[in-house]
């Protein structure tokens, strides 16, 4: 087998490669490969039929039963039986990567690949691979059309690629084919009671075993959604197209990585970086224009109807809002300011189709040149905001210059957005004239990549919301930096019902184990639009910044807020965005979670722990502090009376010395949390 070893020289990483790939072939009915340290098994066959399938065991035990793989095409026979199969030797990779920004720096690498060839046995001979990588905490497996004469272009309807779940248990889940896309609340139910989920699922086996099924390095083809065909057998169901193809691709090609991860806690789903590791390394190379950062904006006030989108007499986004959020971002050491509303369009309906938006021209009350040149004296950058109201046909034509007037005024990162039903945004159509798609079709993935090529070119970062699903393709293009994705705290300010105690526990074993989301932390007026308001304690919003990973944090609330509450603002002015190291100390999925992180450019260590509507007291080890070493532990923890019910604004803010030998006592209030820095003793820290 080839093995790929990396060594570290120097802060770079290097992989060299030994040996030869072995060239032997096999053919038979059944073959399976195992993850180099023989957790996971795969094994690969034909049925009686000729129907290709796979079966996955972990550690001899079956996690998933035998599923069907294939395809039906809409101008050709279905690829789905008939087919012999032949796999080649595995070959063995274990490369470490450096992330420009991340969870983590350095990523471990380590996979077992191995590829089988199903051919049909008569006719057109038609053929694909099914190439697996397979690591211990996970696996990934896609299809790949080679250059052949019998499918040159591939239209496909459906891909009967399944996940016959081999135990019983709970599952986690919010509904696919939904109008208000992934924004739903999490279903907890039997695994059987599923009906069309969106993808990552997660689900705990009887046994205790956690899986989580998603896809990796998703570009040009359709979103996967899984939909319960009987018992706890999922297959895949793709989103769309703009005929009865969801996928019309020429040959070669490879679809997206089908994922599973299998651990036997939560905290292992976490911990996995399996999701990116099935991405292809930066294509972008140097990108480090691009800061993490801490941000402030124009924005919440707008969701709590203080001031407005739109022109008029309250609008939000005027040169002198946007002036006093820069001053008050650069007294308080914050990166950004986001300003919403600034682009003439949002006068009128524009949710009905985004066509009056301009992404060049201000408001007549907006100076974007002296608000950015404001921005740049006190050493604050803004942050663009291009809302298109799912039009990404009328979005697509002013692309490059909008892109282009944000280089040139020094902005390096930019919020969009795609409010509009699912199924109702617009793409370009075979005739060149804007029509009807969901959100995560063929088309419109094809955009997102456009938006993100487009602006790398002219060095800005994009943070989508109403997005495409994240399928790790950050380690590609580092510059596709956050989404949202999920149901974010604005529906906290508004949202009937708002956001319950448990959603970020729900989110840490879900949603955000496809990557960063930009969830707006940081809120201290807890009465809001929303029946009963912000169901947190201000310690768990501070722990949010912690266990809610994004390498653009935003202090979402008011500045009053702020001004009147310098205490607690500390934590969020002091606490990290880039991460060094991340350990998961604990968790269940909807119920709690403690995270610790290192950051990145200092020995500074934080810790996050957050719960749902039950009082908790938790046991947070500190062996992930350097031994020998002394710490200065600034702890934002509920205070006696906290509850997400009453007195959400009890806290308690206090010090104590540490050592990695030290156990501390979490108590959660109920909605609680606690947000905890380690500060280095007897040597100076960067923050």
């Given amino acids: 087998m080839l093995k790929r070893r990396s060594f570290l020289a120097l802060g770079t990483v290097s992989a060299l490669a030994f040996g030869a790939p072995v060239a032997a072939q096999t053919t038979s009915n059944a073959v399976r490969a ?72 350095y990523v471990r690498n380590h996979y077992n690949e191995w590829r089988v060839t199903f051919t049909e046995k008569a006719g057109l001979r038609r053929r694909f691979d099914v190439v697996c990588r397979l690591y211990d905490d996970g696996l990934g497996f896609r299809y790949e059309f080679p250059e052949q004469d019998g499918l040159k272009t591939v239209r496909i309807g459906a891909e009967l690629t399944e996940f016959n779940l081999s135990e019983d248990g709970e599952a986690w889940w919010i509904p696919a084919w939904e109008w208000n896309r992934e924004e739903y609340l999490y279903n907890r139910t039997r695994i059987d009671a599923v009906g069309s989920a969106q993808t990552p699922m997660t689900v705990r086996g009887d046994s205790g075993l956690h899986v989580s099924i998603h896809e990796a390095a998703l570009i040009d083809y359709a979103g996967m959604n899984l939909r319960r065909a009987e018992g706890l057998k999922f297959r895949a169901q793709l989103t769309p197209g703009l005929t009865n193809a969801a996928v ?99 006068d009128g309906d524009w949710f009905a189709n985004g066509s009056d938006f301009s992404f060049t021209e201000a408001y007549p009350d907006f100076d974007i040149e002296r608000v950015t040149a404001h921005g740049r004296a006190k050493g604050v950058q803004l942050i663009g905001h291009h809302e298109t109201g799912g039009n990404a046909f009328h979005y697509e034509q002013q692309l490059e210059p909008a892109m282009a007037l944000y280089q040139r005024l020094g902005m390096h990162s930019v919020k969009t957005g795609y409010v509009a039903d699912a199924g109702g945004a617009r793409v370009a159509g075979p005739d060149g004239r804007a029509v009807m798609a969901w959100h995560e079709s063929q088309p419109m993935a094809q955009h997102h990549m456009r938006v993100i090529e487009t602006a790398a070119k002219h060095q800005v970062a994009v943070n989508a919301h109403e997005p495409f699903k994240d399928t ?53 007026g807890m ?10 304690t201000w310690a768990k919003q501070l722990a949010l910044y912690v266990v809610i990973y994004s390498p653009i944090q935003m202090a979402a609330d008011l500045l009053v807020h702020y001004e009147a509450n310098p205490a607690p603002f500390q934590f969020i002015k002091d606490v990290p965005v880039d991460w060094a190291e991340t350990r998961v100390l604990d968790g269940e999925i909807g119920d709690f979670v403690v995270i610790a992180r290192k950051d990145r450019h200092s020995d500074v260590w934080a810790l996050g722990a957050v719960s749902d509507e039950h009082p908790r007291s938790l046991s947070a080890a500190l062996s992930f502090l350097d031994a020998g070493r002394r710490y200065r532990a600034e702890i934002y923890r509920d205070g006696p009376n906290a509850d997400y019910r009453g007195k959400r604004e009890d806290i308690v803010i206090e010090q104590r010395e540490v050592t ?16 905890i820095r380690f500060v280095p003793l007897g040597r100076k820290s960067r923050r």
């Avoid at 526990?505 to 201290?524: C, E, H, Q, S, W």
């Avoid at 009465?527 to 947190?536: A, D, F, L, N, V």
């Fill in 248 to 346: 019309v691709r020429q040959a070669p090609f490879h679809t997206p990585w089908r994922t599973l991860q299998i651990s036997d806690s939560a905290a292992g789903l976490v911990e996995s970086s399996l999701i990116l590791n099935l991405n292809e390394p930066n294509k972008l190379g140097d990108v480090s224009w691009f800061k993490p950062m801490k941000y402030l904006g124009v924005w919440w006030e707008m969701h709590l109807e203080l001031k407005s989108w739109g022109s008029g007499p309250k609008h939000g986004a005027t040169t002198e809002n946007a002036i006093k959020h820069i001053d008050f971002a650069a007294e308080h050491g914050f990166g950004g300011v986001l300003v919403e509303g600034w682009n003439k369009g949002w």
């Fill in 660 to 675: 990695s030998a030290d156990t501390l006592t979490l108590n959660l209030a109920p909605g609680g949390g606690q947000a």
């Fill in 527 to 536: 009465e809001t639009r929303s029946p009963g308001g912000i169901q947190t």
């Fill in 34 to 105: 195992s993850s180099p340290g023989g957790v996971l098994t795969i094994e690969m066959a034909t049925d009686n039929d000729g129907r290709p399938t796979y079966a996955v065991s972990r550690l001899g035990r079956k996690v998933v039963d035998t599923s069907w793989l294939g395809f039906l095409l809409t101008d050709a026979p279905m690829l789905e039986r008939n087919m012999t199969l032949t796999a080649g030797a595995p070959v063995t990779v274990d490369e470490t990567w450096e992330q420009p920004w991340g969870e983590r720096r």
């Fill in 472 to 524: 790790g393709l950050r380690r590609t293009y580092p510059n596709m930096i956050s989404r949202e994705g999920a149901r974010g705290m604005e529906f906290s300010a508004w949202g009937q019902p708002g956001n319950p105690p448990e959603h970020e526990a729900n989110l840490v074993f879900t949603r955000l184990l496809a990557g960063p989301m930009d969830y707006t932390p940081g809120i201290f």
